[in-house]
C-alpha cells in the first residue's frame, strides 16, 4: 500500500462507523461491527466492518463471509461507488474527510487510457464506473413518474447525465440515461443496459431504440436484493420494480429479455422461482423453458401473471392495492406473510 493509501486508510477507520453509514447505508451496526451484504451496498449480513480496534484486527477493515473477499475502507469505497481509478477514490476519500485536495503536479504525464472495444464488457464496466448513483437524479424521476418508489438495493441502477447514443443515421447523440449493471451469480459486472430518458425524466428519450443493452449478457442479470431460497425473474427493469412495490424483501433478477429469460442462471441456495412473464408470446416461451430448467434443478417454479401486459401497467393504471391483491393469491402460502407487504 503506498503511503497515500496506507494515511487514508488510516484516517478512514479512525472514523469507521461514520464511513459505513455513508458508504454503505443498508447496513446497520451490530455490536463492534457493521453488517451489510456486500462491498456495493446490498442489504444483508455477509460482509462485516470492524468498527473498533481488538485483538482480532484493526478498525476499518473488512471480510465478506460469502466470497471470502477482504480489504479496508478504502475499498469501500471504490466497490459502493463503482470506482476504478485510485485517483477517484482517494479523491472521494479526502472529500469525505474533509481532507485539502493536492494540487496536479505540472510535470507529470498524461496517462494515455486505450479505449475500450464498442459494446465490449470492459466498456460497460468503464460507463457504469463513470455513472452516479440513483438518488435524486433524473432516472429516480423517471422511474417515481412510473410509480416505482421502493428503491432500497438497487446499486445496480445509475445515472449519467450525457450518456452517447448512436442512431442507425446520422451524428451520435448524448442523452441522460438510466444504467443497470449486468451481472453474474458472483456480482462480476458482465454488462449494461442502458435506457435513455428525456431531459426532464417524464419519459424515455424520442429515440428510435430507447433502450439497448451491452457486453456479455447470457446467464446474467441485473440483480436486485440478495437472493436466498426465494427470488423473482422476468424481463423488464421497471416491470420488475413493479413487483417489488409489493414484494419489497424478495430479491429480484431482470434479465432484459425472453431469451436472456429463459438462460437465466439459479444461484446455488435457490429453492423457490417466481417466474414474472409478460403477455406475449416471446414471454410464454421463456416462461416454460425456465420452468423446465428449474425443475430439473430440484426448484420449484411458480409464474406470476400480471392483469395488463406487465406489473408496470398494473401498477400505473390499476394502482398498488390492486397489484398486490393480484399477486398474493399467486404466492405461495408461506412467502404471502414472508414478502408481502401488507401495509395499506
Known amino acids: 500500500m503506498s503511503g497515500i493509501a496506507h494515511d487514508l486508510s488510516r484516517r478512514l477507520a479512525d472514523r469507521a462507523e461514520a464511513a459505513c453509514r455513508h458508504y454503505l447505508s443498508n ?8 453488517l451489510v451484504g456486500d462491498i456495493r451496498n446490498t442489504p444483508g449480513r ?11 484486527g484493526p478498525a476499518g477493515k473488512w471480510s465478506d463471509a460469502a466470497t471470502g473477499e477482504h480489504g479496508d475502507l478504502l475499498h469501500v469505497i471504490r466497490g459502493s461507488l463503482g ?11 479526502r472529500t469525505f474527510l474533509s481532507l485539502p485536495h493536492p494540487d496536479p503536479e505540472p510535470s507529470a504525464p498524461r496517462r494515455c487510457v486505450t479505449p475500450a472495444p464498442s459494446g465490449s ?9 463513470m455513472s452516479q448513483p440513483l438518488a435524486g437524479t433524473l432516472a429516480e424521476t423517471y422511474l417515481r413518474r412510473r410509480g416505482i418508489t421502493l428503491l432500497h438495493g438497487a446499486g445496480n441502477l445509475r445515472f449519467h ?62 440483480r436486485i436484493g440478495v437472493p436466498g431460497r426465494v427470488m423473482a425473474a422476468g424481463e423488464g427493469i421497471e416491470t ?39 403477455n ?28 395488463l401486459g406487465d406489473f408496470n401497467e398494473d401498477l400505473q393504471r390499476l394502482g398498488c392495492d390492486a397489484l398486490r391483491t393480484g399477486v398474493r393469491v399467486q404466492l405461495a402460502p408461506e412467502d404471502v406473510a414472508r414478502f408481502m407487504n401488507l401495509a395499506p
Not at 83 to 93: H, I, P, Q, S, T
Open 161 to 222: 447525465p450525457r450518456c452517447y447514443y448512436k442512431p442507425d443515421d446520422g451524428p451520435t447523440e448524448t442523452w441522460p440515461a438510466m444504467i443497470a449493471a449486468v451481472t453474474d451469480l458472483t456480482g462480476r459486472i458482465t454488462g449494461v443496459h442502458r435506457t435513455w430518458l428525456a431531459p426532464d425524466g417524464s419519459d424515455k428519450a424520442p429515440v428510435d431504440t430507447p433502450r439497448k443493452a451491452m457486453g456479455d449478457l447470457l446467464g446474467s442479470a441485473v
Open 46 to 56: 455477509s460482509l462485516f466492518v470492524r468498527l473498533q480496534a481488538s485483538a482480532k
Open 27 to 34: 447496513g446497520r451496526r451490530e455490536g463492534r461491527y457493521w
Open 280 to 307: 406475449d408470446p416471446a414471454g410464454d416461451a421463456a416462461r416454460d423453458t425456465l420452468i423446465e430448467r428449474a425443475n430439473g434443478e430440484g426448484i420449484d417454479a411458480i409464474c406470476l401473471s400480471p392483469a
Open 121 to 129: 464488457v470492459e466498456a460497460a464496466r468503464r460507463l457504469f464506473a
Open 240 to 278: 420488475m420494480l413493479s413487483l417489488r412495490q409489493v414484494l419489497p424483501n424478495m430479491a429480484i433478477a431482470p434479465a432484459l429479455s425472453a431469451s436472456h429469460l429463459a438462460a437465466n442462471l439459479f444461484p446455488p441456495a435457490l429453492r423457490r422461482l417466481y417466474i414474472v412473464r409478460d
Open 83 to 93: 470506482l476504478l481509478d485510485f485517483a477517484d477514490v482517494a479523491k472521494e476519500a
